[in-house]
T-cell receptor, first 108, second 119 residues
Framework: EIVMTQSPATLSVSPGERATLSCRAS??????LAWYQQKPGQAPRLLIY???TRATGIPARFSGSGSGTEFTLTISSLQSEDFAIYYC??????????FGGGTKVEIK | EVQLLESGGGLVQPGGSLRLSCAAS????????MSWVRQAPGKGLEWVSE????????YYTDSVKGRFTVSRDNSKNTLYLEMNSLRAEDTAVYYC????????????WGQGTLTTVSS
């Protein structure tokens, strides 16, 4: 099973600032990596797939990078609606499909 | 517009059974794999099971193998999860999720249905 590890667990950022979230895989997942956003009381929403391709309707301030075992989600200028929990997920080698533990982006 | 609506959750005693349903609309249901993903209270996301578009292939996480069964009725555009021998650790919100075209990731999610296993 591929273990996904996200850091930090919590990120405190001021509106308008840049946020950088990390995701590490226990073995290479190539670029088979997705990012999701989840707001309180809501279902997750797909943001990024293929490590760097934005899903339909996702604003350009969200960008993904990385390959192999190290990945980054960057939010270039945080808006109020971006404060949420972000999860990475690998789909390179499954079952099982595995998620990281999440990074909570909170208002500083 | 893709819509996924889960139902069937509730309170069940340890060792009991429950069947979850997910009614899908807004896309050609039989063309897409579907998954169940759960989230324990205050915890992260955990993939539970996936079924291929035809229903011919099914996959499970180890902790539910032999207890849960995923199925689908493409004539009714409905996904199911039959859960038996339920344990306290199965308590979670269960989300139905639509698979993307060629990848095992999830491009649309339902709002979830809460299953609580407790005596």
């Amino acid at each position: 099973e591929i273990v996904m590890t996200q850091s930090p667990a919590t990120l405190s950022v001021s509106p308008g600032e840049r946020a950088t979230l990390s995701c590490r895989a226990s073995q290479s997942v190539s670029i088979n990596l997705a990012w999701y956003q989840q707001k309180p009381g809501q279902a997750p929403r797909l943001l990024i797939y293929g490590a760097s391709t934005r899903a339909t309707g996702i604003p350009a301030r969200f960008s993904g990078s990385g390959s192999g075992t190290e990945f980054t989600l960057t939010i270039s200028s945080l808006q109020s609606e971006d404060f949420a929990i972000y999860y990475c997920q690998q789909y390179h080698d499954w079952p099982p499909l595995t998620f990281g533990g999440g990074t909570k982006v909170e208002i500083k | 517009e893709v819509q996924l609506l889960e139902s069937g959750g509730g309170l069940v005693q340890p060792g009991g059974s429950l069947r979850l349903s997910c009614a899908a609309s807004g896309f050609t249901f039989s063309s897409y794999a579907m998954s169940w993903v759960r989230q324990a209270p205050g915890k992260g996301l955990e993939w539970v099971s996936e079924i291929s578009g035809s229903g011919g292939s099914t996959y499970y996480t180890d902790s539910v193998k032999g207890r849960f069964t995923v199925s689908r009725d493409n004539s009714k555009n409905t996904l199911y999860l039959e859960m038996n021998s339920l344990r306290a650790e199965d308590t979670a919100v269960y989300y139905c999720a639509k698979g993307a075209v060629v990848y095992a990731l999830f491009d649309h999610w339902g709002q979830g249905t809460l299953t609580t296993v407790s005596s």
